[in-house]
C-alpha cells in the first residue's frame, strides 16, 4: 500500500513544502500505533469494531456536532488536513495566478492523475480529472456517436441527472431511452443480468448501469453486465459516483471502457472534483464535452479542456488520496458496512420497519433504505430535523419509498443511536401532529 509520505514525496517541491506531518490529522496526543495505521496486521472486519481507531479518524474532521448528518452520499465533508492544502494551493494562486495556475499548480495535477489511477488500478492516462460525476459521465454520454432510433438501455433507479442527459439526447438525436424495472432489494445477479439482456434488441448500443445505485445502496453486478454487453458489441457506461472510495475494488474488478464517479463523496475530497476514466483504445472516439483540438484525439486530458478554473481542489485531492489510503480501502470499506449494520439491524427488530437494502455480504454498500410502514416518508424526514436535527434524505419512487441513510467514518456510534431512538418513538407512537 502506498503510504502517505510515498505519494505526496512525488509532488513537487511547490506543494510539498507546505504538507503537514503524516499524523496531523490524528486528535492531540494519538499516536499511529493507537489509530491502528501502521503496523496492524488484523482483520478490516475486526479494525471496523474498534472505536478507538476510529475515533482518530473522527477527529480529522470538522464535523457540526450539532446535528447527525446521515447524508454523506450527497457531498462528503473533507478532512481538515485536505481543507487546509486546499486552502494553501488558493492562497498561493492568488499572490500571481498566470504564473502559479499555468507555470506551477498545472503541472502538478499530473501526480494527482497518476495517485488516482493507482487507487483505481488503471494507466494515468486513462484518467480526466473533472469537477463531478455528472461531468465525468456526460463526457461519456454526450460523447458517443448514436444515431436517430440508436437504443440506450438503463433502469428506473438511474440517477436523475444522468437520464436528463440521455433523455435530451433524445429529443435531439432521436435515440430511444428504455428503462427496466430491477427488484429491490435483490440478491440474485443472474436475474438482473437477465433483465437486461432480454430487454436488448438489435438497436441497443449503450448500457448505462450505477455501480451502486444512489436510491438504496444496492451493488450492481458490473463486471457480469459489462462482459455480456461486449460480447454483443454493446457499449457500458459505469456510473460509480456512490461506490468509489466506499466499496474496495480495481477497475479489472469491474473490466468497464467507461466509469465516472465523484471525488467529493466517499473519498472526502474537495467540494467540486470528479474522475473519468476512458479505456485508452477508446479514448480517440469519444468526443469531449467542451471542444478539444484535433492534436488531443487520444490525449486523456482533452476532457479536461473547461477554460481557466481553479486548481487549489484539484491539487488537494492528493492529500485526501493520501488520507484514504492511511485508513485503508478495506478497513474503510469494512466500517462503513459495520456502521449500516448497527443501526439497520436494530430498528429492523421493529416489526414496522422495513429495509430496500440487502444485508448480505456483497449486496449493497454502506447507504441503505429504510421505511418505517404507514408513515410517509416525506414527512418522517422533515420530522427528524425539524425535532432532532437528524439530516436524512426522503425517497419517494413508484416502486418504494424510505429514507435514505448514508453515514460515513467520522459518523459516532452515539450519533446511530440517536438516530434508532428517534425511529423507534415514531413506530411507537407515530408522527406528531403538525
Known sequence: MLDRRGFL????????????????????????????LDGDARSPEVVARDEDFWASVQAAFTADRSMVNLNNGGVCPAPLVVQAAMKRYLDHANEAPAYVLWRLQDPQKETVRSGLARVFGCDP???????NASESLENIQQGFDLEHGDEVLTTDQDYPRMLTTWKQRERRDGIVLKQIQVPVPCEDDERIVKLFEEALTPRTKVLHICHVINLHGMVMPVR????MARARGIRTVVDGAHSFAMLDFKRDDLDCDYFGTSLHKFLFAPHGTGLLYVRREQIKALWPLMA????????????EEIGTHPLANRLAIAEALA?????????KAARQIYLRDYWAKRLLQNPRVKLHTSLAPGRSSG???????????????????AKQ?????????????????SPTVYTRLSELDRFCEAMEKVARDGLPPA
Not at 224 to 227: E, H, M
Not at 293 to 303: C, L, N, S
Not at 323 to 331: D, K, L, N, T, W
Request: glycine share 10%.
Open 9 to 36: 514525496g512525488a509532488i513537487t517541491w511547490p506543494a510539498a513544502a507546505a504538507t503537514l506531518p503524516s499524523c496531523a490529522w490524528l486528535k492531540p496526543g494519538a499516536s499511529l500505533e493507537l489509530a491502528g
Open 125 to 131: 492516462e486513462e484518467v480526466a480529472i473533472t469537477r
Open 224 to 227: 457480469k453486465l459489462v462482459q
Open 292 to 303: 478539444a483540438g484535433q492534436t488531443q484525439d487520444e490525449d486523456i486530458r482533452k476532457f
Open 323 to 331: 488520507f484514504h489510503e492511511r485508513i485503508g480501502p478495506a478497513r
Open 367 to 385: 447507504v441503505a433504505l429504510v421505511e418505517i410502514e404507514g408513515v410517509d416518508s416525506g414527512k418522517l424526514n422533515e420530522h427528524l430535523w
Open 389 to 405: 436535527r437528524i439530516f436524512t434524505v426522503g425517497i419517494k419512487h413508484p416502486q418504494f419509498e424510505g429514507l435514505r441513510i
